[in-house]
């Protein structure tokens, strides 16, 4: 499928949107679950980093947090494409939906880490490293530099914030999304099927040969990806109750804690069920304000800092005045970066031209828009 015919087919294939639609805009608890995954993975991030191997409930479940949030990611980025009447529209929401938070950060470790690196190295062996660290992390490949100057090199985790890896599997993931909707769209589920089992099989590949880093990227994660688009295209219509729905969220806690490493083609199944029972089977607590974002992003640099200065205790004390001073501050960058951003990106799609060709497109997508949110 060519990028024009693609770009030519989004908008025709819009007339009937899926089941999900609708019941993302007002009947879910994506909002509240993607708050309470940001905090679990603050939680695990307090013990990770700080050396504490195999940290007890509820310090074990970053990974679960993470995973989580490519199956919200999945269900929301393939309501917000078949939402979308042109492919450009799409792009400039997503991107502007993730990036000028991202930037911001960015620019501010830079600036700090450079600030350190002149102290101990100097200005002239200062310039050229930090212009690296911000050029290479402006682009999303943070793994080829995590820091400036060395000045975080005694840190068990040599990088001010280590949550930047799923960035760019998340950017990845949007540009690759409307692919596999229209795959999905003129194929049905068997295209799903094939590449959540060829991502598994990516995965425990590259494991097998303890490349974990590799297992690690896009390729590896998309099932969890492809779980979410699952959900959304598949499992919205099935509210079970809440009583299944409890059931089904301790069951994973439970079955997460205590079983030490879960079946490959399982997990993501796992994962999302987990999503499912939280987001769309729970009753929904109407809440709106997201700063997910802010707190996922925000909350490294901070226990990063505290480890990196010696000021780090493990403490509960400590950890609920990180937990609210990551709130506070996420609070205000939602309001003065988030929102203006997504705001953005809005005006932007609005007047992103439609494709050309468009009227002979939508004759030949019509027919097939039955078969077929705001993240």
Not at 202 to 213: M, P
Request: with cysteine; proline share 6%.
């Amino acid at each position: 499928m060519s990028t024009e015919d693609l770009a030519g087919s989004i908008a025709g294939s819009r007339a009937a949107l899926t089941p999900a639609a609708e019941a993302e805009a007002t009947h879910n608890n994506f909002t509240p679950l993607r708050l309470a995954l940001a905090l679990l993975v603050v939680f695990g991030h307090f013990k990770l980093l700080s050396g504490t191997v195999q940290p007890a409930f509820p310090f074990n479940l970053a990974d679960a947090a993470v995973y989580s949030f490519f199956v919200v990611s999945g269900f929301l980025i393939a309501g917000s494409y078949e939402r979308s009447s042109t492919l450009r529209g799409y792009l400039f929401r997503r991107v502007f939906r993730l990036y000028p938070m991202y930037a911001c950060v960015v620019l501010a470790q830079a600036v700090l880490l450079a600030i350190a690196s002149t102290q101990v190295n100097g200005f002239g062996a200062t310039v050229a490293p930090a212009l690296r660290y911000l050029g290479v992390n402006l682009v999303f490949a943070n793994f080829l530099q995590y820091d400036v100057g060395g000045v975080l090199d005694h840190l068990r985790v040599p990088g001010l914030n280590p949550s930047l890896w799923t960035l760019k599997i998340e950017i990845g993931f949007y540009f690759v999304a409307p692919f596999i909707c229209e795959a999905k769209r003129r194929w049905g589920w068997p295209v799903l099927a094939t590449l959540f089992l060829a991502s598994a099989v990516y995965a425990v590949g590259f494991g097998y040969f303890d490349e974990v880093r590799l297992a690690k990227q896009l390729p590896g994660q998309l099932q969890f990806f492809i779980v979410g688009m699952a959900l959304h295209y598949y499992g919205a219509r099935w509210r079970p109750g809440f009583a299944l729905a409890l059931a089904v969220a301790v069951g994973f806690l439970v079955v997460w804690t205590f079983v030490p490493q879960p079946p490959p083609l399982v997990l993501p199944l796992m994962v999302g069920l987990f999503v499912a029972a939280v987001a769309l089977w729970s009753p929904p607590l109407g809440v709106g304000l997201d700063i997910s974002y802010s707190v996922y992003l925000l909350h490294g640099p901070v226990l990063q800092t505290l480890l990196w200065q010696h000021w780090f205790v493990d403490s509960p004390w400590l950890l609920a005045s990180v937990v609210t001073g990551v709130i506070a501050v996420s609070l205000v960058t939602e309001r003065l970066i988030e929102r203006p951003g997504t705001a953005l990106g809005r005006r932007l799609s609005r007047r992103a031209p439609r494709p050309a060709m468009l009227t002979t497109k939508v004759a030949g997508s019509s027919s097939i828009a039955g078969n077929s949110k705001a993240a």
